[in-house]
T-cell receptor, first 115, second 113 residues
């Protein structure tokens, strides 16, 4: 099993540009999560999906952020337009069970730097 | 407000020594508590998941304890190795109208020769 696969691993962009982060969850996992990690705030949930349907997007910072899951094997997190304060490591995680009982399997993260 | 606080913020120990990391939470109602290990530049990896009724759970040299009455957990690492150098994150799941995981900001452990 290849685990959760994220791309790109590193992204450097200029303020105002569009950023798209990609995630392939572990096959068979019904839940997919997007997290953001910063030194100051640690890991924060942005949004999660169950069977490709967004369940809780209350953590999405603002309208500049959007996430989609067109099928069970692919999800994207898009930031448009990007701002320097969006600089962080973005993690995708998948789980075979509910948020209460399921173990989370994280990808290696996408480190975003917005200049 | 649901919070998870970890201490110490960072820790340096010699290889072979033991150490204990602390996690205090104010999450309610509580469902389960998890410890994750995160190597530099990598994603977090689960070490243990403990429910309300579990007091102790081990995973190799890692032993987690939970006191649901005082809302405290600890992670004890025995005979530390250089590869234990990482951040250790305490995560609490709470149920209710806004069921979610609340993450601590982690303890950064460095094991030296």
């Amino acid at each position: 099993d290849a685990g959760v696969i994220q791309s790109p691993r590193h992204e450097v962009t200029e303020m105002g540009q569009e950023v798209t982060l990609r995630c392939k969850p572990i096959s068979g996992h019904d839940y997919l999560f997007w997290y953001r990690q910063t030194m100051m705030r640690g890991l924060e949930l942005l949004i999660y999906f169950n069977n490709n349907v967004p369940i809780d997007d209350s953590g999405m910072p603002e309208d500049r952020f959007s996430a989609k899951m067109p099928n069970a094997s692919f999800s994207t997190l898009k930031i448009q337009p990007s701002e320097p304060r969006d600089s962080a490591v973005y993690f995708c995680a998948s789980s075979p069970g509910t948020p209460n009982t399921g173990e989370l399997f994280f990808g290696e993260g996408s480190r975003l730097t917005v200049l | 407000k649901n919070q998870v606080e970890q201490s110490p913020q960072s820790l340096i120990i010699l290889e072979g020594k033991n150490c204990t990391l602390q996690c205090n939470y104010t999450v309610s109602p509580f469902s389960n508590l998890r410890w994750y290990k995160q190597d530099t530049g990598r994603g977090p990896v689960s070490l243990t998941i403990m429910t309300f009724s579990e007091n102790t759970k081990s995973n190799g040299r890692y032993t987690a304890t939970l006191d649901a009455d005082t809302k405290q957990s600890s992670l004890h690492i025995t005979a530390s190795q250089l590869s234990d150098s990482a951040s250790y994150i305490c995560v609490v799941f709470h149920t209710g109208t806004a069921s979610k995981l609340t993450f601590g900001t982690g303890t950064r452990l460095q094991v030296t020769l």
